[in-house]
């Protein structure tokens, strides 16, 4: 069973910068995909950005230029540096593996509000 735990979330003013983390655990193998979803009060889970175990990343054009997501294969854990937040940023923010041996993983999430 694999379990993904964020951490890193919190309140940052408008403009600020904030890095999330999620671990994966359980894992024997690697997971090939990782990626980072967010999802707004009254507004669906929209993807933020993704990226390979080898290093190919994929962004919405939302945060394109201002937030940058990295893994780190051998902790088996994946990042995303967010800067030049602003308040469409505020969300609660989803670890994911879309396909681990067949299954799709999700973390609890984690609030980022960016609010003067």
């Known amino acids: 069973q694999v379990q993904l735990v964020e951490s890193g979330g919190g309140l940052v003013q408008p403009g600020g910068s904030l890095r999330l983390s999620c671990a994966a655990s359980?894992?024997?193998?690697?997971?090939?995909?990782m990626g980072w979803y967010r999802q707004a009060p009254g507004k669906q889970r929209e993807l933020v950005a993704t990226?390979?175990?080898?290093?190919?990343?994929n962004y919405a054009d939302s945060v394109k230029g201002r937030f940058t997501i990295s893994r780190d294969n051998a902790k088996k854990t994946v990042l995303l540096q967010m800067n030049s937040l602003g308040p469409e940023d505020t969300a609660v923010y989803y670890c994911?593996?879309?396909?681990?041996?067949?299954?799709?993983?999700w973390g609890q999430g984690t609030q980022v509000t960016v609010s003067s």
């Open positions: 994911n593996a879309p396909s681990y041996l067949g299954r799709e993983y």
């Open positions: 990226c390979t175990s080898d290093g190919s990343t």
């Open positions: 359980g894992a024997r193998f690697n997971i090939y995909i």
